[in-house]
DNA sequence: CTGAAAGCGCTTACAG
DNA sequence: CTGAAAGCGCTTACAG
């Protein structure tokens, strides 16, 4: 970029006008303002110089960027990329632009990201990071910026959230397994401290409870994290806790995947021994062996609502806090069967 | 943000000095040349205000923006995240931020993100879609705008790029399949018009040339993309033109999926009748049933590299056009065996 | 309908 | 070491 591009002022000697009319043609709010011949020359100049505006000068005067920050706690995680590419998608066809962060859990990290973020003027920002009392959060808030969270929520009810519906999703993962027979369902719960594993062992509870089953014939074991590693830990520990257990229904499929893992190890087979249900739908769970029964949730509408959202929150700062559930779907394969006889 | 953020002035006004000093005092090359009572003093103010620089305006006096612009063919695709992670890793270590943009081939769309991303000042480019020959990239260069590709290249020598080095990977794949004692191998390529289309399949013919085998006995079948759906097509419609073919090699693990659909359809098994091998490695690979033998490419390590390359390009507008090549592994599972025989 | 001016929040020569 | 000033490229009242 040695030399530097046209600017309003170098459009504007090309076509004989002011600078400021050159301003108004260019955005297309204010061209009626202009005659229409003008209009047309100016367009022409600018189209022949490769005129292009300087966003850091309209984002200076205007104090709006036309960006918004996008935080997530691990791009790698395949139920990610499908919410980037809908929130990215939703955006661009607004004029906006997203701006991605990976951020571990880490508060200070953070904190450093956002408040970057906010020093790049972004208009507002999408969080994937939200626990269910998250300070972040409470400290964008307090500065007006606007958020939204995604896949999971912060439940002091400040920012408004897109998330699948994980009580219809436990319920159909827990409906499931009645119909075939289960007698001990166990539920490997996310961590407390986030919606998803929160609203999820609720859910699965309340399934539960709606049933014949009595509490006894329901065991929960909280797992660390969402990893595919601490879905094996946890269901081998959970098998030493409760060894009646013919079925278990996961936050995630990343730890469904571990149960296979642990299955495998002690020497025991999915679906005969031990039916498992994942979470999300995941690329390629369907090539896996079984094939992962799950709950598919609609990753890429939440990133969509999330951007619609995001811009309607930016566009109407009083408009009420929202909570979008999207409706989750059983897709049955073939890793849950009749319990052995 | 109803309530204006502070400002250079207001840091100013807070601690009794002129602006022009808080704003030396904020930049860390500039410290030393204020007093360090002066310093601490504006640091501790700007701190109790919250202050924040504001990148518009810095941007529009610098002409940096410390941020570049990633543009993706398919963030769903589960060779880009780990790429995307890398980037926006080594870029943040440096101080910069990462715009991501998802563009399909369409060369008028990707015109119309360029400019975008251009406008909003984006110091430099990495992007993922290259083809061989690719006027997009030239326009960019012709700009003065630094460009680094990453997974393909553009092969006209105008930007740096960092790939996975594809000649290795393949003659690491047909060396084990004749290890194993296949003789009739076949490739399925990707796009001509993409380098990893066409540099793998040089790589294939080059390591079929340094064997023993005649070149009736290798089979290369070009695929019109890299999905799973081109892969089924692709192995059923090569196994009609080459019916002896015993192992076939891939150009991605999204073809080596579809060929296994292929070799289930046509009541075949893998590896028994047909050994396959994939390209890239993706996550949950292991997992697949048969699990997938495949080349393992450094995905983190090219968008680490890529973030490099493109802030030093930045850094020194000057410096040579660069081939990087990441050298990849074979990774060996199921998928491959002895032919039968 | 068009122009002239002010100002957004910074950086950075230039004085002192 | 610190201040005063100019200017980055825009938008948008305010005149005419």
Redesign the pocket.
């Known amino acids: 970029m040695t030399n ?1 591009n046209p ?3 170098d459009v504007a000697r090309a076509s004989g ?5 050159v ?2 043609v ?2 297309p709010a ?1 061209r009626q ?3 229409a011949e ?1 209009a047309a020359r100016v367009l022409a100049e600018a189209g022949r110089l490769g005129y292009r ?2 966003r850091a ?2 984002t ?3 104090r709006k960027s036309r960006i918004i920050g996008v935080v997530l706690p691990d791009i790698t995680n395949a139920v990610f990329p499908p919410i980037l590419l809908g929130i990215e998608e939703g955006l661009r066809k607004h004029g906006y632009l997203a701006i991605v962060a990976n951020v571990g859990a880490d508060e200070e990290e953070q904190l450093f990201v956002i408040n970057r973020l906010l020093g790049q003027q972004v208009d507002g920002l999408i969080l994937a990071t939200a626990r269910r009392d998250d300070p972040v959060i409470k400290m964008c808030i307090d500065q007006n910026v606007p958020v939204v969270t995604v896949n999971r929520s912060d439940e002091n009810g400040v920012a408004s959230c897109v998330v699948s519906d994980d009580v219809v999703g436990m319920r159909l993962a827990v409906e499931h397994l009645l119909a075939l027979g289960h007698r001990h369902i166990a539920h490997i719960a996310g961590p407390e401290n986030l919606s998803t594993g929160h609203v999820r062992r609720l859910g699965f509870l309340a399934a539960i409870q709606a049933s014949e089953l009595a509490p006894s014939q329901a065991f929960v074991f909280e797992s660390s994290g969402y990893s595919r590693e601490c879905g094996k830990a946890a269901l081998l520990e959970l098998l030493s806790q409760s060894p009646q257990t013919t079925a278990v229904v996961t936050g995630s499929d990343l730890v469904a995947l571990g149960c296979y893992d642990a299955i495998r190890e002690l020497g025991l087979s999915c679906p005969e021994d031990i039916s498992v249900v994942g979470h999300n739908d995941m690329p390629y769970m369907d090539m896996i062996r079984p094939p992962l029964t799950t709950i598919r949730i609609r990753h890429h509408g939440i990133g969509t609502e999330a951007a619609r959202l995001i811009l309607q929150t930016i566009a109407s700062p009083d408009s009420p806090v929202l909570d979008v559930r999207l409706k989750p779907e059983l897709v049955v394969r073939e890793s849950t069967a009749a319990p052995r006889a």
Chains 1, 2 share one sequence.
């Open positions: 530097k600017t309003l002022s006008v002011h600078f400021s009319t301003s108004r260019m955005n204010t303002m202009v005659s003008v505006p300087n000068a309209s200076l005067v205007t």
